[in-house]
């Protein structure tokens, strides 16, 4: 690949690959000489003694604030009870304890650096010293004599001519983290089980109000309102929390003809259907229902559920529907699941299926 | 490494050093010196130069900011504790009485309000690690458009890089401790995440939660790698990093004087102390101040965590904000199902994969831009941006992802404040996300060589005066005022890069060499960053130049003489074409330039 002639006439064209980017030997265009460090303009501190006097009141003023700052701390530290608030303007309530300690110890601080600062700015010499700099890599002696010592050391060690040695040693050392990344890998946790796929809901089970834990009718649940429920008997759980936050159940009820999916009105009762609440994506809790358009929204990614189409995903991130739960109504009129949920709720991971 | 030193006799040995310390250094210092030999390290020390600029406090606003949170929070260790035990509350925050809570959570009410200025501590604890996010990121915006991570420097970006990594997951395992609604729900997210690893996902989240989730194990698992771990391996890379900067000598901005050889700033004693130690005291008091006056995580309005109560409107930490906003943005359609198995792309992708690829770009950045210029030689002088404007497009270009992935995350607060769909918002970020980042690049590169041009238009000639002056044919003219050495040494002292040029691909028999591949492809990304390089001003230009203004000079004249307005004349209708500032001049170093694939001609 020639260059061109345009190319070439134009300052400074391609260089060589293999010559990379060197300067000197005239291959770059003339250039201007430095004109050296520019002459050192004076501060009024350093030319009379009166600005110089100035600048040292201030300074000691800065610290002297600093100090009165920290007077004002430690008295108020006892003076003023923890939990005082008072209205501060542009704050509104605000806890009185901790804007006055918090704001003296600032000052205290601010008032250090800041007199430093200016104390440097005004009164310590400001002209510049000039450090020289030497190429980072050692010179060759260095090198070489590293290398040496190396490999003298190699050699003194007899590793080269005793590879038995050095086989068994390489062995060794590869061999002995096993132990200490098997002992934490296998011991941080139990493996998942069916757990990750199970959730406390069985059979029968009431659906009760979460958190006030109480049975629900059927015909409690009126058109448009929504309920946040959990399975009867969840309370007494060993494992509270974590049965928490599979078993979420959201319940709405819509007009049945709303209701697209057969399986879906099949598996409510009377157009009131059963949702797992805990998000498909990461596992975040459904929460906010839009009762004009039956639509769920995830607040954490806004991934969006549509009730009528059986809680598919219409936008955001999410791409799993939420699992249905089957309910039904038992003999006293309050709905019971009528089965556990048939896949794993939650987020995906790999054994879902 | 004085391998061959003859041993000598115990009376010889040091018998200078051996003598009793003179009148000066004796006291305390002469005896610590007798059993250390510190005077001499430390007086080096003391006189090392540090240049001053502005933007070299960003990286000490990092340090400082790390000095505050290791402070801060061994405060906060002595009352906190991680522990998910459940127990009532009834300490004197009145609405969480009698409410069920982990000890982590009522630790952490107590903290701010039955322990006196411990609320005061937690918000500075908060308030710092935001600015150590905000200033690490920052600084290494300021090292990157610099140039300052070139030769000798990769270690220390790479390590810089690393400390970044480690400072959002400090950060992250931070705000997760208190047990909060807020962050109950982030490490909910986070257990999905792992939920979604190819193959493993559910072992590695049993592992790490030490079985279902919540459980009881991540608390003081999340503790310990707060506190223990992280803090040891950043300290640890943070004295590396300093240790290097030391070893290299900072860098310094190009200037008169300030040569690749040199270093030009203030002695370490006193003056760097004084205003590098003052700097410290005016950060922790102004992180202190906005501690006293800004609530921040106010934990006891968000309750203890519970899986089921839902959360809107939740927010991450800013640092975090990229992460939520690619988990956001990332299409549900990537998930598969597999011959049975779920493959939860859409999740795996922006939450485990996006970061550290991130962050792995970043850190192999110098390597790939030595490669592509070939420039092996050492770095000292910073580079203005605009003087690598490929570089700088590339920064920017990189931020304005950043950005959109950042601002995505704030797709439903932007939905609420502006009345507008969240869909239709997240729409438009996906797609902002594909098409600004080229243009950022395009536009920033643009710039940088407009205000390349406008350097070598004011180099060559000079600064305008304002006033005008009427020719005899009658046309009007402005003066200008060509410029003191001092300040065209900054606009002239740059080199620009030259794209490098295959040498050839084929041998003499026509066969592809090894390795022509790699070689046609350095040599196209090579022109991509320097096709259009615009060179800076050479003295026979400026000469050229004022060649050019000299049919008007004789009117100059007279006040060349009064010394008043040396220069040229220049502007109005008989400017310049602007094309003809960089037209060939005399150039005696074309030859030089010129590549010859066969070697036997040349030279
Ligand atoms: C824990 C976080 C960090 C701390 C405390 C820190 C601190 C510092 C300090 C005090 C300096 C000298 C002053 C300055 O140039 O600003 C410095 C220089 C430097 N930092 Fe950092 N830094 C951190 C993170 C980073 C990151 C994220 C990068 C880039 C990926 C980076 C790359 C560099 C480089 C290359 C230098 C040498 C700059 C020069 O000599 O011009 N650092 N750092
Ligand atoms: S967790 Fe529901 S959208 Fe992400």
Redesign the interface.
Known sequence: ???TGAE??????????????T?GE???????A?????PHVSRSADLGEHAARRAERQVAALFGISMVATVIFLVA?FAID??TYRFVPG?GQA?L???V???T?????????????H???TL???T??????H??RSSDD?RA??VE?IMAGADASQLARRPLIKYMLGGALGLFALPLGLQL?GS?????QA??STTFWRKGMRLVR??ELTPIKASDVTIGSVF?V?PEGIDKSH?F??E??KA?VLLMRLNPDDIKIAKERDWGHDGIVAYS?ICT????????YEQQTHHLLC??????FDVTEDCK?I??????PLPQLKITVDAEGYLVADSAFREAV???????? | MSTTATPKGAAGLRAKDAKPVSAKGGGLAGWVDDRTGAAKPLSYLLKKVFPDHWSFMLGEIAMFSLVILLLTGTFLTFWFVPSAGEVIYNGSYVPLKGIAMSEAFRSTVDISFDVRGGLIMRQIHHWAALMFTVSITVHMFRVFFTGAFRKPREINWVIGTVLSLLAINEGFTGYSLPDDLLSGTGLRAAEGFMQSVPVVGSYLAYAIFGGAFPGEAIIPRLYTTHVLLLPAIIVGLFTAHIVLVAVHKHTQYPGPGKTNDNVVGYPMMPVYMAKAGGFFFIVFGITTLMAALVTINPIWLYGPYDPSPVTAGSQPDWYMGFADGALRMFPGFFEFTVFGFTLSLNVFIPSLVVMPLLYGIAGAYPFIESWVTGDKREHHLLDRPRNAPARTGLGVMAISFYLILFFAAGDDLMAIKLGLSVNDILRAFQILLIVVPPLAYWVTKRICLSLQRRDRDLALHGRETGRLVRTAEGKFFEVHQPLPEHELWALVQHESGKPLQLTATVDANGVRRPGAFKERLRGKVSSFYFADSVDPVTPAELAAAHHDGAAHEAIEAPQEDAGQWVGQLHGGADERPETDAYAPHEHQHDHDHEVDPDPTTAR
């Open positions: 690949m020639e260059p070439r006439d134009r300052p400074g064209t391609a260089l060589g690959l293999d010559q990379g980017r300067e005239g291959r770059m265009p003339e250039r201007f430095d004109p050296g460090l520019p530290y923890q939990n704050i806890n304890s901790n804007i300690l918090g704001v110890l600032g000052l205290s601080l601010l008032c250090i650096g800041l007199g430093a600062v104390w440097a700015k310590m010499p400001d510049e010293v000039t450090e020289a700099r190429p980072q260095a004599e590293a010592t890998a941080l946790g139990p493996l998942p757990e990750l979460d958190p946040h959990m494992d929390l974590e928490k936050g979420a609440k994506h990461v596992g975040c809790p459904v929460g906010l607040p954490c990614h806004q991934s969006t995903v936008f955001g991130p999410a791409h799993r939650g987020p995906s991971f790999w054994e879902r299926g």
